[in-house]
């Protein structure tokens, strides 16, 4: 430790003078204050125990799900249309008028039931998170790279995590866990026919598609709303991979997905995804065979074409994973002018779940962090809470005034641009789940859709983690497969048949052979 003033003296006015938090230059890093040189250490020691509580408390809880992700900034420019048409026909959000608006973007990839540190080859739909830093504040459009999902109904959701992330007991995921509820909800059997096959194992985060999946609304200056639903289309083409090609991966890298965005940012190789639309006129529509409203379908892309709106870049790595990727915070109530929720009971689920985790994951004041908070003047009557840093005030505003309304001053009520939205809603209240299920229709048409090496890959990877699965859990899926489609609930049976149910009692999901994707498996389109 330096005894010299003068030396001191000079540390405090160099730049790279370490400091402890309160600003007092640190002298001695190196060594406790104790006595004599073996010790014991002295309470008094504020500056170790500032260092020391401070790293005690250098994570926060991690997300829920989704905890394992990636980020990265950039900007999205508008078309100024959405196919042939001017945008302004179905809604009047800002950000999409004018042809090459740009609005800056944070996104957040992700996998979904694994922890923070887990490989990045496992089988598990993948988060696409994007928040629109937009001149009325903030969007988030928090979607998958797989278009639908598991569940129709946002009840179901805590325990369809439960059954898929690792066993309360044995901390292992357990494929029979997984398939127990999968058996018991047929609506998440078109989920599985993605996951199971090669689009559950995304190749990198650039070559992924992107999908708000829930049903939402535009709502255009007259007030008159459409349904609409956003698709992210990746320009570098979209791969995937096999069971075995993901195996290899994950023997020497558990981060490739993370390398691969920041590398390709890095050197300037900045990714891209078109953002487009598909848009149904707002009703029950009784004509097609599934609900508008169920997310574990898509819409016919022949009936309802994707229409592209805009383009995302992301151009710049962040500068801190925690301060940004970690901090950052999407929800699905998190709208503007213009965009609207619909009736899709999912949608309304999640836009509770967000925020309310939010305040707990990151504390009440998450909307104050600078990744979180909008690019916009922020002015409300709200104050106080843990780590609150700042005042939300107009300039000149009376601090006397922290409510509305008031004959004295204080803040006032926004005009609202445009007219409201306002449908009209009735019926009893009930616990009914929707009619026009249709459960395994669709995953019928996309089994068809897929290559025969995707299919293989699919029946492969449910034969090796059915196989320990209970008899009746198996029998339940392949009458499933069946009823999808005859070809794939007979292979699908003849594997399992093929297979012994020796071994393990408990499985865990992925890590076994698959067929190997032929190497033009880059694919363009929907
Ligand atoms: C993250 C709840 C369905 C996509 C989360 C988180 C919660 C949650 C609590 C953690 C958020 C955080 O800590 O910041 C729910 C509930 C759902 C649901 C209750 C159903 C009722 C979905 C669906 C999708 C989805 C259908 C895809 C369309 C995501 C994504 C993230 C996430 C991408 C990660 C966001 C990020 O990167 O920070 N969800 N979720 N979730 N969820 Fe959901």
């Not at 694994?114 to 496992?122: I, R, V």
């Not at 790279?145 to 179901?156: C, P, S």
């Not at 096959?197 to 070559?207: D, E, L, T, V």
């Given at each position: 430790m330096s005894d010299d003033l003068s030396n001191n003296k000079l540390n405090e006015e160099q730049e790279d003078t370490l400091t402890n938090r309160q600003g007092h230059p640190v002298t001695n890093n190196q060594n406790l204050r104790t006595v004599g040189n073996r010790g014991p250490a002295v309470l008094e020691n504020y500056d170790f125990l500032e260092k020391i509580s401070h790293f005690d408390r250098e994570r926060i809880p991690e997300r829920v799900v989704h905890a394992r992700g990636a980020g990265a900034h950039g900007y999205f420019q508008a078309y100024g249309t959405v196919g042939d048409e001017p945008v302004s026909k179905y809604t009047r959000a800002k950000l999409f008028q004018e042809k090459g608006k740009q609005t800056p973007v944070f996104v957040r990839f992700s996998s979904v039931i694994?922890?923070?540190?887990?490989?990045?080859?496992?089988r598990d739909p993948r988060g696409f998170a994007v928040k629109f830093y937009t001149e009325d504040g903030n969007w988030d459009l928090v979607g998958n790279?797989?278009?639908?999902?598991?569940?129709?109904?946002?009840?179901?959701f805590p325990d369809m995590i439960h059954a898929f992330k690792p066993d309360p007991i044995t901390n292992i995921q357990d494929s029979e866990r997984f398939f127990d509820f999968c058996a018991s909800s047929p609506e998440s059997f078109h989920m599985v026919t993605f996951v199971y096959?090669?689009?559950?194992?995304?190749?990198?985060?650039?070559?992924m598609q992107g999908s708000g999946v829930n049903t939402y609304k535009w709502v255009n200056q007259k007030g008159v709303a459409v349904l609409v639903k956003y698709h992210w289309e990746p320009k570098q083409g979209i791969k995937n991979l096999t069971q075995q090609e993901a195996s290899e991966i994950q023997g020497t890298s558990f981060n490739h997905a993370t390398q691969d965005l920041y590398d390709a940012i890095k050197e300037g190789d900045y990714p891209e995804w078109e953002l487009l639309v598909q848009i149904m006129s707002d009703d029950e529509h009784s004509e097609l065979d599934f609900d508008p409203l169920d997310d574990t379908k898509l819409w016919p892309e022949d009936q309802f074409p994707w229409l592209p709106v805009g383009k995302m870049t992301l151009n710049k790595n962040p500068e801190d994973y925690f301060t940004e990727v970690e901090q950052v915070a999407f929800g699905t109530g998190v709208l503007v002018d213009g965009l609207d929720f619909s009736d899709d009971k999912m949608l309304q689920g999640r836009t509770f779940s967000y925020s309310d985790t939010q305040r707990h994951r990151v504390g009440a004041n998450y909307l104050q962090l600078p990744i979180n908070s909008p690019k916009k003047r922020v002015v409300t009557n709200q104050n106080g809470g843990q780590m609150q840093y700042k005042l939300d005030r107009a300039p000149g505003q009376n601090p006397h005034i922290n409510y509305e309304p008031s004959i004295l001053g204080g803040l006032k009520e926004a005009v609202q641009d445009g007219i409201e939205h306002t449908p009209y809603i009735e019926g009893n209240l009930v616990r009914e789940s929707i009619d026009r299920q249709s459960n395994t229709k669709q995953a019928g048409e996309t089994y068809r859709m897929f290559e025969e090496w995707e299919r293989a890959d699919l029946i492969s990877n449910l034969v090796s983690d059915l196989s320990s699965c209970d008899q009746r859990i198996q029998d339940k899926m392949i009458a499933l497969a069946e009823e999808a489609d005859e070809e794939y609930g007979r292979r699908l049976r003849e594997g399992l048949a093929q297979t012994s149910t020796k071994g393990s009692s408990q499985k865990p999901l992925g890590n076994r052979d698959g067929n190997k994707a032929p190497d033009e498996a880059v694919k363009k389109g929907h």
């Open positions: 694994h922890g923070g540190h887990s490989p990045e080859t496992l790279n797989l278009k639908i999902f598991f569940i129709r109904d946002a009840i179901k096959s090669p689009w559950g194992i995304p190749a990198n985060y650039r070559m």
